[in-house]
């Protein structure tokens, strides 16, 4: 497995910003379709998004897209999770994934072998 680093989690007002960023560890990202889930307070972890191992395919949960960019640098074993327009019902913990690139990426945890500790995002209306 891989490890997963994730960080840019913070506080933000409603309509603004936040990049997280998921660096690997031990194995080079360009081995694995990664991607991000997220788990609000008392709610089921959900999926956000997914990114194919070459970047070439990406998958936008109905409630982000058009507000937020997956986008990946093999070179340098991070993805990017870009987040504009948040709203307070973005407000949960975020973490990044990682599955094994022979694989289809899919929408659901058990997809993935591999999870970040997670970063908390918290948008204030």
């Known amino acids: 497995q891989v490890q997963l680093v994730e960080s840019g989690g913070g506080s933000v007002q409603a309509g603004g910003s936040l990049r997280l960023s998921c660096a690997t560890s031990g194995r080079a990202a360009s081995m694995y379709n990664m991607g991000w889930f997220r788990q609000a307070p008392g709610k089921e972890r959900e999926f956000v998004t997914w990114?194919?191992?070459?970047?070439?395919?990406?998958r936008y949960a109905d409630s982000v897209k058009g507000r937020f960019t997956i986008s990946r640098d093999n070179a340098e074993n991070t993805v990017y999770l870009q987040m504009n327009s948040l709203k307070p019902e973005d407000t949960a913990v975020y973490y990044c994934?990682?599955?094994?690139?022979?694989?289809?990426?899919?929408?659901?945890?058990?997809?993935?072998?591999?999870w970040g500790q997670g970063t908390q995002v918290t948008v204030s209306s």
């Open positions: 990114i194919t191992w070459n970047g070439g395919s990406t």
């Open positions: 994934v990682a599955g094994r690139r022979t694989l289809l990426p899919g929408q659901t945890p058990r997809s993935y072998d591999s």
